[in-house]
Structures are given as structure tokens and as C-alpha cells.
């Protein structure tokens, strides 16, 4: 019988903070993708996102089997989740986006959301701010998931500086608000080192998305006592497959 897998796509080590909080709820098969030839996600129109997207669900599901589909990137789900569900009828697609509504729920009145470029420009994205009445503030890092990831791969001191520049930025403007928004999972995964900078909350949607996650999985065989993980990259580059594996592996280790 050929294995089944819950799927997970993002351009590059983003969506490691996602699939971190559902292992730890769910053990499955879990399949990878990181399209990381066309990273990063945010410098990149939602028309060529969801070519992208429909590129790698077609090849993908002619290998393996997989029917829950988890963008665990907001550039992709604000671009191109509402047109992956139209061509794709028989997957279960399930997004992440800017977690507002629980900056709300927990009555920041002063939001800040960091996103990428792309996402911010999305109408998905727009509509979500216009539906809540608060003073909402969208920032778009243009190169934040990028130093994050080029970071993780190689820790070198240009590397480094480039990071530490935008978090020094955001920290100079931290003090304008009650809250940050990580609106992108690449920023969640430098949550902790963040919070040494950073004195207000920093809320992402990472735990909330692994529960939905769990709570549509209920069709499949859940007696599976631990998980299994298969990562791809879309430049088939076995070195850098190498360094996401430690990545991945340091990441569900803390
Ligand atoms: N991790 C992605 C997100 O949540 C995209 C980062 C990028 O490739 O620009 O938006």
C-alpha cells in the first residue's frame, strides 16, 4: 500500500515552524516541499505563486499520496489557496495567515503585522484588516525571510549583520505599538532570538494552524506512534537537503 502523507509546502525552512507544533499534536507522515528555486515566496507576483503551487501539487501527486495539503507559508495561502481549492476539488487545502484575530482576542489595540511584500498587497490580506475595526499597521520586510533563511544556511558574519539589521529595525520600532504580528513563518522562526530584542508580544498562527490541521485529519489512520519525515527541495540540491535536515532537526529539538 502506498504510504500517506500530510504535505507541507513553503519556499524554503518557513514552514519547519508549523510543522513543528503539529508533530507535537499529531504524529503522521509528513512530506516536505520547499520551493526554494523560486524563493523567496515575497518577491514574487500571486499569478507566478500559483503557477508555482499548481506545478508542484500536479508533479507531486503523481509520485506520492497525500489528500490534506498544508500551505504553511501566508505569501502562498494569501496568493493562491482560494484558486489551489478551485483546481484541485478533491484536496484539503489549509493556509496560514496574519493571526489578527488573536491580537484582537487578546485586545492589542496597536497592531503591528510584518509580512512579506506580497502578502501584504493580497486582497485576502486586505480584507482581513478591513473587516476588524482596529488601528492596524502593515509592514512589508522586503528581505527578512530571506536573511532568515540564507542565516540558518550558512551562519556567516555577512549573514548575520543582514539579520541583525532588521531586527534592529524592528526593535527601534517596537516601541509604537502594543504587539507584533509574524506574519510569515520564516519570522517565527527566529521568534526566540526576537524576544531578546523585542519587549512586546510577538504572535504568530503557528499553534492554532497545527490544531486545525489535527481537526481535518480525522479520516486518516492516526495509530501511528511516531512521525515520519521526507523533505524535497525544488533545486534537488543534496547539500543544501543536508543543512535543512540540521536545521530541522535543531528546530524540533528546542
Ligand atoms: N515563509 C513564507 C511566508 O510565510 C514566505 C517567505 C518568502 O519566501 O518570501 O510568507
Known amino acids: 500500500m502506498k504510504k500517506e502523507y500530510i504535505l507541507f509546502i513553503d519556499s524554503g525552512i518557513g514552514g519547519f515552524s508549523v510543522l513543528k507544533e503539529t508533530i507535537n499534536i499529531l504524529s503522521y507522515n509528513y512530506l516536505y516541499y520547499a520551493d526554494n528555486n523560486n524563493a523567496p515566496y515575497g518577491s514574487h507576483s500571486s499569478n ?28 502562498a495561502t494569501t496568493s493562491a489557496i482560494e484558486y489551489l481549492r478551485s483546481i484541485f476539488p478533491n484536496l484539503i487545502f489549509i493556509g496560514i495567515e496574519p493571526a489578527i484575530n488573536i491580537a484582537i482576542k487578546n485586545q492589542f489595540n496597536n497592531i503591528l503585522v510584518i509580512a512579506t511584500p506580497t502578502t501584504i498587497k493580497q486582497k485576502k490580506y486586505i480584507n482581513l484588516v478591513k473587516k476588524t475595526n482596529y488601528k492596524i499597521k502593515s509592514k512589508p520586510m522586503h528581505n527578512l525571510a530571506r536573511n532568515i533563511e540564507m542565516y540558518y544556511l550558512n551562519k556567516n558574519i555577512i549573514n548575520k549583520v543582514n539579520l541583525l539589521k532588521n531586527i534592529y529595525y524592528l526593535k527601534a520600532i517596537s516601541k509604537y505599538y502594543d504587539c507584533i504580528i509574524l506574519g510569515c513563518t520564516h519570522y517565527s522562526i527566529i521568534k526566540n532570538l526576537l524576544k531578546n530584542y523585542i519587549n512586546i508580544p510577538l504572535i504568530d498562527k503557528n499553534k492554532t494552524i497545527s490544531k486545525i490541521i489535527k481537526l481535518n485529519c480525522n479520516f486518516l489512520d492516526k495509530t501511528m506512534s511516531f512521525s515520519t519525515i521526507k523533505i524535497l527541495l525544488s533545486n534537488n540540491d543534496n547539500r543544501q537537503k543536508q543543512k535543512y535536515i540540521k536545521i530541522l532537526n535543531q528546530i524540533l529539538a528546542k
Open 48 to 75: 507566478e505563486i500559483k503557477i508555482f503551487l499548481k506545478d508542484i501539487i500536479t508533479n507531486l501527486s503523481q509520485k506520492y499520496k497525500f489528500k490534506i495539503v498544508v500551505l504553511a507559508c501566508n505569501t
